[in-house]
């Protein structure tokens, strides 16, 4: 299989299957086998509770309950009540109402009260099925969802406790909500990308696709056809009409990475985008309506730009709505243990050398060096830790000399025993030399790799390779 389709896995270990589990309340014992035998029979497993006070007891204890089946009439409280009892204690968890004597007032307030669905008895068994799967159904696909969300969640979360990043983090809960454009200003590595992922994250667009573009990374001559799709024939190599980036982020948010290389003729387009909020193919006649939110970053000051007549004025004022300033990390050095040991803890999974530790100096340690990239640049020492360590406890002796090696020793790639972990171990290895024998000018390495400069940049983003300097040209 080609290196570029490969299924890439990510580390830690494998969930086990959800497996469905379903509350069967009944007051009446063979009706509650009955519908344990139907189930069983189709693999789902299954609890029983003869009240309604069990009932809620079960619910409560047993987090693992995909599906109620209740019956409406029982001793003492009724299924209904229990209904609203249950819905109060998990709102999510799909109950579904049987009744011998089922009416349509009754249905109707199951229904009213959060009820998935209402059977009459005698069950009949292919309705039955058919039922607890949409029921169970309709339950996995929320935890599914949940499960995503968190998984986002902890992997875009801002971390560290100092109050500079408290303090960014508070404004982004309080901007996120509304539909206001905000302008994240940082330094490289600095973690911009992670601010608009949480301000997407943290609004009522979360469901909707999150659309990242690098500026810098793509040639003026190509980025108004990639913000703005172009239709077949348009230009020269234009084969098949191409949706633009505003299109793909439809009912999302748009990320504008270094806005500031941007070229004055594109932004003036997108200036005419974030006025009208409609966009027009390269090619194409008319006009398209896109609801999308814009966050833009930049590293560069964009006031002096504009004064400069490098950088459109009103474009800047339509941008910097809400501004978020990220501090760098020699402001909050604090930060940096917490951070090194997330980090460090990724990387000595993914190398399979997960009893490395840290011994409390080496974070001293950490903490005494002024980190110029940023975040992206301690992230990378964190690799280079869990790749050339020799344990199993990291000290600061060690680190020192880790830092010394500025990029990673061939040698202790053959220490790797995933092939996919040393692909990725020797490339980032190479790249990062090539970038350094050339003073980080990242045209200059394109060029005497071959490779063409936007590729270049998609591989410093993938490795997080980039420095706090800005690129010598």
């Known amino acids: 299989m080609r290196r570029g389709l490969r299924a890439r896995k990510a580390p830690g270990p494998e969930r086990e299957p959800h497996v469905p589990k379903v509350l069967i309340v009944d007051d009446e014992r063979p009706i509650r086998d009955a519908v344990r035998m139907i189930l069983k029979y189709e693999s789902i497993d299954c609890v029983d509770a003869g009240d309604a006070r069990a009932a809620l007891r079960a619910v409560h204890d047993d987090p693992e309950i995909s599906a109620v089946l209740c019956d409406v009439k029982m001793p003492g409280a009724d299924g209904i009540d229990a209904l609203e009892q249950m819905k109060a204690q998990r709102p999510s968890l799909p109950v579904i109402m049987i009744s011998g004597h089922?009416?349509?007032?009754?249905?109707?307030?199951?229904?009213?009260?959060?009820?998935?669905?209402?059977?009459?008895?005698?069950?009949?068994?292919?309705?039955?099925?058919?039922?607890?799967?949409?029921?169970?159904?309709?339950?996995?696909?929320?935890?599914?969802?949940?499960?995503?969300?968190?998984?986002?969640?902890?992997?875009?979360?801002?971390?560290?406790?100092?109050?500079?990043?408290?303090?960014?983090?508070?404004?982004?809960?309080?901007?996120?909500?509304?539909?206001?454009?905000?302008?994240?200003?940082?330094?490289?590595?600095?973690?911009?990308?992670?601010?608009?992922?949480?301000?997407?994250?943290?609004?009522?667009?979360?469901?909707?696709?999150?659309?990242?573009?690098?500026?810098?990374?793509?040639?003026?001559?190509?980025?108004?056809?990639?913000?703005?799709?172009?239709?077949?024939?348009?230009?020269?190599?234009?084969?098949a009409r191409k949706i633009g980036k505003f299109e793909e982020a439809e009912g999302g948010t748009l990320f504008l990475d270094e806005i500031g290389d941007m070229d004055l003729a594109?932004?003036?387009?997108?200036?005419?985008?974030?006025?009208?909020?409609?966009?027009?193919?390269?090619?194409?006649?008319?006009?398209?309506?896109?609801?999308?939110?814009?966050?833009?970053?930049?590293?560069?000051?964009?006031?002096?730009?504009?004064?400069?007549?490098?950088?459109?004025?009103?474009?800047?004022?339509?941008?910097?709505?809400?501004?978020?300033?990220?501090?760098?990390?020699?402001?909050?050095?604090?930060?940096?243990?917490?951070?090194?040991?997330?980090?460090?803890?990724?990387?000595?999974?993914?190398?399979?050398?997960?009893?490395?530790?840290?011994?409390?100096?080496?974070?001293?340690?950490?903490?005494?060096?002024?980190?110029?990239?940023?975040?992206?640049?301690?992230?990378?020492?964190?690799?280079?830790?869990?790749?050339?360590?020799?344990?199993?406890?990291?000290d600061a002796e060690q680190l020192r000399g880790i830092g010394a090696a500025k990029s990673a020793d061939p040698s202790n790639l053959f220490a790797i025993d995933n092939f996919e972990a040393f692909q990725d171990a020797s490339e980032k290895a190479y790249l990062l030399r090539k970038l350094e024998e050339n003073g980080w000018n990242i045209k200059r390495t394109a060029e005497r790799l071959g490779m063409q400069r936007s590729n270049m940049y998609k591989k410093i983003d993938r490795y997080g390779l980039r420095t706090a300097n800005d690129e010598p040209e």
């Open 102 to 239: 089922g009416n349509v007032e009754t249905a109707v307030e199951a229904t009213r009260k959060g009820a998935f669905d209402f059977l009459e008895k005698p069950i009949d068994r292919d309705r039955l099925l058919l039922t607890i799967r949409n029921a169970i159904g309709a339950e996995t696909l929320r935890r599914q969802n949940q499960t995503l969300r968190e998984e986002l969640a902890a992997r875009w979360k801002i971390m560290g406790s100092s109050a500079a990043i408290a303090a960014v983090r508070d404004t982004i809960k309080r901007v996120a909500e509304s539909a206001a454009r905000v302008l994240v200003i940082g330094e490289h590595g600095t973690g911009k990308e992670l601010v608009a992922r949480n301000v997407h994250l943290l609004s009522d667009r979360a469901s909707g696709p999150f659309v990242d573009v690098n500026c810098a990374a793509i040639p003026k001559e190509l980025i108004e056809s990639e913000l703005f799709g172009h239709e077949k024939g348009a230009f020269t190599g234009a084969d």
């Open 266 to 394: 594109a932004q003036a387009k997108l200036l005419r985008v974030l006025e009208e909020n409609k966009v027009q193919r390269v090619g194409g006649q008319g006009a398209i309506a896109v609801d999308v939110r814009v966050v833009a970053a930049t590293n560069k000051d964009l006031e002096a730009l504009a004064k400069e007549g490098k950088f459109r004025e009103d474009l800047y004022y339509r941008l910097n709505v809400i501004p978020i300033r990220v501090p760098p990390l020699r402001d909050r050095i604090e930060d940096v243990p917490e951070i090194f040991l997330r980090f460090f803890a990724e990387y000595a999974r993914r190398y399979r050398r997960p009893e490395l530790k840290v011994s409390p100096d080496a974070l001293a340690e950490l903490k005494k060096q002024p980190w110029p990239g940023n975040v992206r640049e301690l992230r990378n020492f964190a690799e280079r830790a869990a790749l050339l360590a020799p344990g199993p406890e990291v």
